[in-house]
């Protein structure tokens, strides 16, 4: 039976989206299916842009350390970009260009300003080495990455594709980005539509390589103004029981906003509800309570390690994070215990999961509130009213209520395919437009959604997206290696942590620090593994001939949790 929180919800939501509303709906024809679209969506990102920072041109939009930016200012700077990059760099409508640069005031200038020069902003993953990005960049033909010091320097000696053009974060936008810095009266922009590229996010898959994500305006405009409807309906509902926020919504950006968490989320919505943006280069806990209480943040949204270390910091009782309404966690799931812990150490708020992937631009289901409580290995309901949400088997056809199946989502929000790659294209989408998420569930009799196991052989640790394949061939790549089988055990921290099981070569002998050693330079840190076994005969293998991973998984996480 819904509840009445379901039933409040859904009623604002009916309101919201009814004929003549803000919210309304109209039919889409995307590939010879019709989905819901908003009536009233901005075509472009550069439409949404410019509505939004004049509405809100006075309101501080972005503080990065000292920093301030208001939305005129930071719309302005974007604008000069956009400008140097067409006059100084000939950027042209759909070219890709790279950012690669941890999180910054001026990363989000650079953002806006490709979008706003009509190019692809290509977002490549700032933990990644240099042959990882190399490869990145060579994958989706990228002409021009915006590199900050630290992301140029692991380039430095690898050959790739692109120009290189150096930033800083010193948030004076007309300094940091000086390479790209153009007169504003010089060129007209762009006049661009919802069908015109905008942004090409990265995400693993069961092959090992990243695929390029690409999405049109429609989509990612509708993955933002999805959000902010989430947004509305939970702020419609605090201001009828009298907790309506009474000043400026403020979110603590801590994640990368290469991934789609930071990305859509938190730096895109905050333009629709005029929100104030306050970033941290590098995550700290302590520093994140500080933060929360000096900006007066009411919304906090990252991997769920990081509610997590702030419910149970020792400091916690030193600040006053009052302010915050919402504790929200995605990109991994987030242990069941921890849903009350972090009710009890925050309660003037509430924990909030979200579910969505890079390929459907962050939007998908959300569990809110005492529902949460209620059901914490859920991860909620559908998205209203853009998210069409089905649990379907190996050949397509939905499955009855309560069986355990593939999730699949549609949605205009979805993205377009992954770059130069069309069978993975089709093979992500069903014939009438469903995205495969590669997610296993089951869908319980109130429509909630539960994740039950995953398809594709991934590891997520701390929201970061590690495929096995990758990790073993990094290890296969030692030439005394025989056998090694990579995947994931449990960890209360990061949700789940690296582990490889390996065997030497006859005759060769190879321990585990010179295998760590080995790795260090090939991987990126996130995917080394942290824990280590060292087989004495050969892995066990399927009818297949494969490796059994299955059966190692389950063997070496009873033995990792007996430890």
């Known amino acids: ?48 842009f410019g509505h939004y920072c004049m509405q809100h041109k006075d309101a501080v939009f972005v ?3 000292e920093c301030r930016l208001t939305f005129a200012e930071t719309y302005a700077a974007a604008r000069q970009v956009a ?3 067409l006059v100084r760099h000939s950027v042209k409508r759909g070219d890709r260009v790279g950012i690669a640069a941890r999180n910054s005031a001026n990363w989000i200038v650079a953002y806006m300003g490709i979008v706003m020069a009509g190019g692809c902003a290509t977002l490549l993953n700032g933990f990644s080495n240099g042959e990882e990005l190399a490869d990145a960049i060579d994958l989706v033909g990228a002409k021009l990455v915006l590199a900050d010091a630290g ?24 300094h940091g980005l000086a390479e790209v810095w153009g007169d504003p009266e010089a060129v007209t922009l762009p006049e661009l539509g919802p069908d015109d590229l905008a942004t090409l996010l990265y995400t693993s898959g069961s092959t090992g390589r990243s695929k ?25 509902y605090l201001s009828a029981g009298g907790n309506a926020p009474t000043s400026q919504a403020c979110t603590l950006l801590a994640v990368p906003l290469f991934h789609v968490t930071g990305e859509v989320p938190l730096f895109l919505q905050s333009f629709a509800l005029g929100r104030k943006i306050v970033l941290m280069p590098k995550w700290d806990a302590g520093e994140a309570l500080r933060l929360i209480e000096h900006e007066k943040v009411s919304y906090f949204a990252g991997v ?13 009782d030193k600040y006053d994070v009052s302010t915050c309404s919402g504790w929200a966690a995605g990109g991994a799931p987030r ?61 397509g056809a939905k499955l009855p209520q309560g069986q355990i199946g593939e999730v699949c989502i549609r949605s205009v929000c979805n993205f377009l395919g992954y770059w130069d790659n069309e069978e993975a294209t089709r093979a992500a989408f069903t014939d009438d437009m469903y995205f495969r998420t590669g997610d296993l569930g089951r869908i319980d009799e109130d429509g909630y959604l539960y994740i039950v196991d995953r398809k594709k052989d991934i590891i997520i640790r701390g929201g970061e997206n590690v495929t096995c394949i990758e990790v073993e061939e990094a290890i296969y790549a030692h030439d005394a290696i025989a056998e090694c089988s ?43 593994p942290v824990v280590y076994w060292q087989a004495t005969e050969t892995l066990p293998r399927l009818g297949t001939q494969k490796i059994d991973k299955r059966s190692l998984r389950e063997k070496y996480t009873q033995e990792y949790l007996a430890a």
């Open 212 to 236: 390029g994500a690409y999405s049109d305006h429609r989509g990612v405009v509708h993955g933002a103004m999805s959000y902010a409807l989430q947004s509305l309906m939970a702020f419609t």
């Open 1 to 48: 039976m819904p509840t009445e929180l379901d039933t409040t919800l859904d009623a604002i939501m009916d309101r919201l989206t009814a004929e003549g509303a803000p919210a309304e709906t109209v039919p889409f024809d995307r590939n010879g299916t019709m989905i819901p679209v908003l009536k009233n969506a901005p075509p472009s990102l550069v439409h949404y």
């Open 63 to 65: 503080v990065d350390g």
């Open 83 to 85: 400008v140097g990059l």
């Open 486 to 528: 990579v995947f994931g055990l449990p960890d209360e921290r990061y949700g789940e942590i690296v582990a490889a099981v390996f065997l030497a070569k006859p005759g060769r002998s190879l321990g585990e620090a010179e295998l760590r050693d080995f790795l260090s330079t090939r991987l990126a840190s996130f995917k080394q």
């Open 304 to 316: 769920p390690l990081m509610t997590y270390e702030m419910a149970t910091h020792p400091d916690r």
């Open 335 to 395: 242990p069941p215990e921890h849903v009350s812990k972090i009710k009890e150490a925050f309660p003037e708020g509430n924990p909030l999961l979200g579910y969505g992937l890079t390929e459907t631009n962050g939007v998908g289901c959300g569990n809110f509130n005492e529902n949460y409580l209620a059901k914490p290995s859920s991860t909620g309901k559908p998205s209203r009213p853009l998210v069409d949400l089905a649990i379907l088997d190996e050949a």
């Open 151 to 174: 992301r140029a320097a692991r380039l430095d000696g690898i050959e790739h594709g692109a120009r290189l053009v150096m930033f800083d974060h010193d948030c004076q936008p007309a």
